[in-house]
């Protein structure tokens, strides 16, 4: 529409003829006289308003979907998702044979208790039977009442008549009950004797008795006692959706909130129920998200049961809430699909645990890293164990894996790991080991890309990345899935922490495509433990159970607590394995399957099982001493000489060491190793930081006049 100013309407014709209605004016005068005003039968509120054009038509004329538009549109879930879902059909068959195994095994603990209460109701029971037959034979409770009345008014010629009636009914029911009493009591006698085997006897006859017993106890007194106490749950409706999203404040008026038609209908969805709405204008999804605590109290539940999301692929305004009928920590998860068996590929999802609606929440491992954060006991390495778990059960994948806790969480792992590329402990040689197998990673980044490569050429893939046909084909090109609990220990440690970082920043940017994949666990998130080279590189992100946003953001990314990532709600115990996770697929809540040590074992053995019992020993690089080998790149008549010409040196001769090491990692290395550093070192006129000789030398002599 364009913005032409409205043309007011012309002034009323003064001398245009009016016809006045007469019966319309004295109703008006009597409305004044009462102090109201005559409402006017045409008045503004009951005229259909003309739409006012202003300016040019600009809208689009409405037009009709296309057949593929048509097609296109999504439909709901026609089958409920546990018919659909194998998981979760095997999820809701097991639940069906525990509650059938509960409530057998409950009334046949109370058997005792339903014998007494038959053998004290059933003889009641009979003698209430009999009594009924025979006041249904003689008719006598039929015109009882009015048989009374007849008497009472001394009126025995209606007595006489209705007793007449009575007798007359009487006459016929005394054959039905003479023949029914002949079967039943040849019935009985059969029963009792040889000619009816025991299985027949004993169900009919216990039958028969419980029949008796359900007659003769009174209606508020059952035999069976109730074994099901179902548990209350908060059906959500539209009102109360409605309700809970006032409640944030967000929203002026509930009729604002609307249902989409043909989504929004309010369904069960897992455990719960899934309402769609639609937020008006200026309201965003992720707003809601943000105020949960609000929304749970507007909707009278807890927090844990509630779950606003934004939904991906639809307008920012589109909301889902899922409120679960308990709260979510308190729900057993199904169990994790590749437990009892089968095989995983690490170019393929595998399943990592379920979301709260407890779906199954994939994982995914080529072309990107991961990284596991959260408080202590938040179970980082319980989540990430998952995934090494799924990825024991892919036979090409070679594992690399230290724990520098050394709490035993990967103990599991080591039979599938080189000698060389497995370390549990929280001392000085596990991190150097650590920072060796990191040298490895960074000589494996030089030599694969060229075989790769090769192999691409040869028509094995249509891009230079480690695709199975390529991994399958050459036994130096497996997937290494290399993993580092507590990485901080490394990150942070004064000698090796900044060549460690700088060489993760280089695995994780260039082995990404080369079938290199780095695990990273940490419960320190700062700027420190968690340089932004490497988390920022790092795809898949677990932020699990953490204090505040400012570690939220700085392990999912900037900006991430602000779309609706909230794992500061988990609680370390209650919560632990629930985590957020960005990187694959939308974002997600979901919580680890829980695999325990027994678990971890059989599945590791299983592994070992695939790879035919050994894994395969690596061409590690040799470990390496910095003094020496910056004593050995020295020129002979250099006095001094700055870091970056030093770097440069050391990675021409040593590659695969230090290929990936920066200026500042190797001034941070040698001061480590408490050699005296300057930060004037003149060179052709040149002054920088860097390192004398007469340091070198002197920082030697002392090392080798220390003994071990
Ligand atoms: N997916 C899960 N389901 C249920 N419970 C879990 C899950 N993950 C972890 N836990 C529980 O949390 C506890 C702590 O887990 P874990 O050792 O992985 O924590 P963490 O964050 O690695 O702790 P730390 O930093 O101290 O190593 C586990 O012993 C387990 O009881």
Same mark, same amino acid.
């Given at each position: 529409?364009?913005?032409?100013?409205?043309?007011?309407?012309?002034?009323?014709?003064?001398?245009?003829?009016?016809?006045?209605?007469l019966?319309?004016?004295?109703?008006?005068?009597?409305?004044?006289?009462?102090?109201?005003?005559?409402?006017?039968?045409?008045?503004?509120?009951?005229?259909?308003?003309?739409?006012?054009?202003?300016?040019?038509?600009?809208?689009?004329?409405?037009?009709?979907?296309?057949?593929?538009?048509?097609l296109?549109?999504?439909?709901?879930?026609?089958?409920?998702l546990?018919?659909?879902?194998?998981?979760?059909?095997?999820?809701?068959?097991r639940?069906?044979?525990?509650?059938?195994g509960?409530?057998?095994?409950?009334?046949?603990?109370?058997s005792?208790?339903y014998?007494?209460?038959?053998?004290?109701? @059933?003889?009641?029971?009979?003698?209430?039977?009999?009594?009924?037959?025979?006041?249904?034979?003689?008719?006598?409770?039929?015109?009882?009442?009015?048989?009374?009345?007849?008497?009472?008014?001394?009126?025995?010629?209606?007595?006489?008549?209705?007793?007449?009636h009575?007798?007359?009914?009487?006459?016929?029911?005394?054959?039905?009950?003479?023949?029914?009493?002949?079967?039943?009591?040849?019935?009985?006698l059969?029963?009792?004797s040889?000619?009816?085997?025991?299985?027949?006897?004993?169900?009919v006859?216990?039958?028969?008795?419980?029949?008796?017993?359900r007659?003769?106890?009174?209606?508020?007194?059952?035999? %069976?006692?109730?074994?099901?106490?179902?548990?209350?749950?908060?059906?959500?409706?539209?009102?109360?959706?409605?309700k809970?999203?006032? @409640?944030t404040?967000?929203?002026?008026?509930?009729?604002?909130?609307?249902?989409?038609?043909?989504?929004?209908?309010? #369904?069960?969805?897992?455990?719960?129920?899934?309402?769609?709405?639609?937020?008006p +204008?200026?309201?965003?999804?992720?707003?809601?998200?943000?105020?949960?605590?609000?929304?749970?109290?507007?909707?009278?539940?807890?927090?844990?049961?509630?779950?606003?999301?934004?939904?991906?692929?639809?307008?920012?305004?589109?909301?889902?809430?899922?409120?679960? +009928?308990?709260?979510?920590?308190a729900?057993?998860?199904?169990?994790?699909?590749?437990?009892?068996?089968?095989?995983?590929?690490?170019?393929?999802?595998?399943?990592?645990?379920f979301?709260?609606?407890?779906?199954?929440?994939d994982?995914?491992?080529?072309? #990107?890293?991961?990284?596991?954060a959260?408080?202590?006991?938040?179970?980082?390495?319980?989540?990430?164990?998952?995934?090494?778990?799924?990825?024991?059960?892919?036979?090409?994948?070679?594992?690399?894996?230290?724990?520098?806790?050394g709490?035993?969480?990967?103990d599991?792992?080591?039979?599938?790991?080189p000698?060389?590329?497995?370390?549990?402990?929280? +001392?000085?040689?596990?991190?150097?080991?650590?920072?060796?197998?990191?040298m490895?990673?960074?000589?494996e980044?030089?030599?694969r890309?060229?075989?790769?490569?090769?192999?691409?050429?040869?028509?094995?893939?249509?891009?230079n990345?480690?695709?199975?046909?390529?991994?399958?084909?050459?036994?130096?090109?497996?997937?290494?899935?290399?993993?580092?609990?507590?990485?901080?220990?490394?990150?942070t440690?004064?000698?090796?922490?900044?060549?460690?970082?700088?060489?993760?920043?280089?695995?994780?940017?260039?082995?990404?495509?080369?079938?290199?994949?780095?695990?990273l666990?940490?419960?320190?998130?700062d700027k420190e433990? %968690?340089?932004?080279?490497?988390?920022?590189?790092?795809?898949n992100?677990?932020?699990?159970?953490?204090?505040?946003h400012?570690?939220?953001?700085?392990a999912?990314?900037?900006?991430?607590?602000?779309?609706?990532?909230?794992?500061?709600?988990?609680?370390?115990g209650?919560?632990?394995?629930?985590?957020v996770?960005?990187? *694959?697929?939308?974002?997600?809540?979901?919580?680890?399957?829980?695999?325990?040590?027994?678990?971890i074992?059989?599945?590791?053995?299983?592994?070992?099982?695939?790879?035919?019992g050994?894994? @395969?020993a690596?061409?590690?690089?040799? @470990?390496?001493?910095? %003094?020496?080998?910056?004593?050995?790149?020295?020129?002979?008549?250099?006095?001094?000489?700055?870091?970056?010409?030093?770097?440069?040196?050391?990675?021409?001769?040593?590659?695969d060491? *230090?290929?990936?090491?920066?200026?500042?990692a190797?001034?941070?290395?040698?001061?480590?190793?408490?050699?005296?550093?300057?930060?004037q070192?003149?060179?052709?006129?040149a002054?920088?930081?860097?390192?004398?000789?007469?340091?070198?030398?002197?920082?030697?002599?002392?090392? +080798?006049?220390?003994?071990?």
């Amino acid at each position: 529409m364009t913005s032409e100013p409205i043309t007011p309407a012309g002034p009323p014709d003064e001398k245009a003829a009016r016809i006045v209605d007469l019966a319309q004016r004295r109703a008006d005068r009597a409305a004044a006289a009462q102090g109201l005003s005559a409402a006017d039968a045409a008045d503004a509120e009951t005229v259909a308003p003309e739409p006012v054009l202003v300016g040019e038509v600009v809208d689009p004329p409405d037009r009709r979907p296309d057949l593929s538009e048509l097609l296109d549109r999504r439909g709901g879930p026609v089958l409920p998702l546990w018919l659909t879902d194998p998981g979760q059909r095997r999820d809701m068959l097991r639940r069906a044979v525990n509650s059938a195994g509960y409530h057998v095994g409950t009334h046949l603990a109370l058997s005792p208790v339903y014998a007494g209460k038959v053998a004290w109701y @059933a003889p009641k029971g009979a003698a209430r039977l009999v009594g009924q037959v025979l006041g249904w034979t003689s008719a006598e409770t039929g015109n009882w009442h009015l048989r009374q009345d007849a008497a009472n008014r001394n009126d025995p010629k209606t007595w006489l008549d209705l007793d007449r009636h009575r007798m007359r009914q009487a006459s016929w029911r005394w054959w039905v009950t003479g023949a029914g009493t002949l079967t039943a009591g040849t019935g009985g006698l059969v029963l009792a004797s040889d000619l009816t085997p025991w299985w027949v006897k004993v169900p009919v006859l216990a039958a028969g008795l419980v029949g008796l017993a359900r007659h003769g106890r009174p209606l508020d007194k059952p035999i %069976l006692a109730r074994t099901v106490v179902r548990p209350v749950y908060r059906k959500l409706t539209a009102e109360l959706t409605r309700k809970g999203i006032m @409640a944030t404040g967000l929203v002026k008026r509930p009729e604002d909130i609307v249902f989409p038609a043909g989504v929004g209908e309010i #369904r069960r969805d897992g455990p719960g129920y899934l309402a769609i709405v639609d937020l008006p +204008d200026g309201v965003i999804a992720v707003d809601v998200v943000e105020k949960r605590e609000l929304l749970a109290g507007g909707l009278r539940l807890p927090v844990d049961q509630v779950w606003p999301e934004v939904m991906p692929r639809e307008h920012p305004s589109r909301l889902a809430l899922w409120v679960a +009928d308990r709260p979510v920590s308190a729900m057993k998860q199904p169990p994790w699909p590749l437990l009892r068996g089968g095989q995983t590929d690490y170019f393929k999802p595998f399943v990592y645990g379920f979301d709260p609606r407890m779906r199954p929440v994939d994982y995914r491992m080529d072309e #990107r890293n991961s990284l596991f954060a959260g408080f202590p006991g938040s179970g980082k390495s319980l989540s990430a164990r998952v995934v090494m778990a799924g990825m024991a059960l892919d036979p090409l994948v070679q594992f690399a894996v230290f724990d520098l806790a050394g709490r035993g969480d990967f103990d599991a792992f080591e039979p599938l790991c080189p000698p060389d590329l497995f370390g549990s402990g929280a +001392d000085e040689g596990t991190k150097q080991a650590a920072y060796q197998m990191l040298m490895w990673l960074l000589k494996e980044c030089d030599v694969r890309g060229p075989r790769i490569k090769h192999y691409a050429t040869q028509g094995l893939n249509s891009e230079n990345k480690l695709n199975r046909a390529i991994a399958a084909k050459d036994a130096r090109l497996r997937p290494v899935v290399a993993a580092i609990d507590e990485v901080q220990e490394l990150i942070t440690d004064p000698e090796i922490g900044k060549s460690s970082a700088a060489a993760m920043t280089s695995i994780i940017k260039r082995g990404r495509a080369l079938g290199i994949h780095l695990v990273l666990m940490t419960q320190r998130i700062d700027k420190e433990s %968690l340089p932004k080279g490497v988390t920022s590189n790092i795809a898949n992100r677990t932020c699990l159970a953490v204090p505040s946003h400012v570690e939220v953001d700085l392990a999912l990314g900037t900006g991430a607590y602000r779309q609706g990532a909230q794992p500061t709600r988990f609680e370390v115990g209650v919560d632990s394995g629930w985590g957020v996770r960005v990187g *694959y697929g939308p974002m997600v809540s979901a919580r680890a399957a829980y695999l325990d040590r027994a678990a971890i074992e059989k599945i590791c053995a299983r592994g070992v099982a695939l790879r035919g019992g050994t894994a @395969a020993a690596v061409d590690m690089p040799t @470990a390496r001493d910095i %003094l020496d080998d910056l004593r050995a790149v020295w020129v002979a008549d250099e006095r001094g000489q700055h870091w970056e010409v030093l770097t440069t040196r050391l990675a021409d001769r040593f590659p695969d060491a *230090y290929s990936s090491l920066t200026p500042d990692a190797l001034s941070a290395l040698v001061r480590g190793k408490k050699v005296e550093c300057s930060r004037q070192v003149k060179v052709k006129g040149a002054n920088r930081s860097g390192l004398y000789l007469d340091n070198l030398t002197k920082a030697l002599a002392e090392r +080798d006049s220390t003994p071990d």
